[in-house]
């Protein structure tokens, strides 16, 4: 069974700090990565997506990648009230561009 | 990326009774998933729809329960069949955005919410 491993939260960080966000996954094989944001009544929302070893810097967010020990992180910096959701951790795995998904860590932001 | 509408938004249905979610991309898309999510759980892939072949299901969905459609490049369609109370979720349809550099990229539609009574 391929699985994909998060923390559940809640994690909890004052508004302004760094939100580090980790995912680790089972599957050698996968090649693509990705961080969504999931407001409570919303569907997902993709925030990065990464493939390959290091890091990758889109605005406050940075998305780290280490296959070898097969984990990937969000950073979320200056955070925001308005980032508080649930951030999904998505990995390709198989035929057919299938994504297999973490629970979820719910992140709070509070001022 | 593309934009997604489904219909309905939310429904609430009886128990026994079958439910189809419709799923349209403003673009062509090779690819169409349809995901399940439960109360506070995370996605599950149901099945992987591609125009002109019969959609494929993953472990624990069966077609006689989960029917999908693909009559083009732009549409779908999910039936919930004989529904019971443990159906009640919100379906999502997603697709993978072509126009982009970067593969296995998914899109998600604004999902169906589905309560079974």
């Known amino acids: 069974q391929k699985e994909v491993e998060q923390n559940s939260g809640p994690l909890s960080v004052p508004e302004g700090a760094i939100a580090s966000l980790n995912c680790t996954y089972s599957d050698r094989g996968s090649q693509s990565f990705f961080w969504y944001r999931q407001y409570s009544g919303k569907s997902p929302e993709l925030i990065m997506s990464?493939?390959?070893?290091g890091d990758k810097e889109d605005g406050r967010f940075t998305a780290q990648l280490n296959k070898a020990s097969q984990y990937v992180s969000l950073l979320i910096r200056d955070s925001q009230p308005s980032d508080s959701a649930t951030y999904l951790c998505?990995?390709?795995?198989?035929?057919?561009?299938?994504?297999?998904f973490g629970a979820g860590t719910r992140l709070a932001v509070h001022p | 990326s593309a934009v997604i509408s489904q219909k309905p938004s939310r429904d609430i249905c009886q128990r026994g009774t079958s439910l189809t979610i419709q799923c349209q991309v403003d673009s062509q898309v090779t690819m169409m998933f349809w995901y399940r999510q439960q109360p506070g759980q995370s996605l599950t892939l149901i099945a992987t729809a591609n125009q002109g072949s019969e959609a494929t299901y993953e472990s624990g969905f069966v077609i006689d329960k989960f029917p999908i459609s693909r009559p083009n490049l732009t549409f779908s369609t999910l039936t919930v069949s004989n529904m019971s109370p443990e159906d009640s979720s919100i379906y999502l349809c997603?697709?993978?955005?072509?126009?982009?550099?970067?593969?296995?990229?998914?899109?998600f539609g604004p999902g169906t919410r589905l309560t079974v009574l």
């Open positions: 998505a990995v390709s795995s198989g035929g057919y561009n299938k994504l297999i």
């Open positions: 990464i493939y390959s070893n």
């Open positions: 997603s697709v993978e955005d072509l126009d982009r550099a970067s593969t296995d990229t998914q899109y």
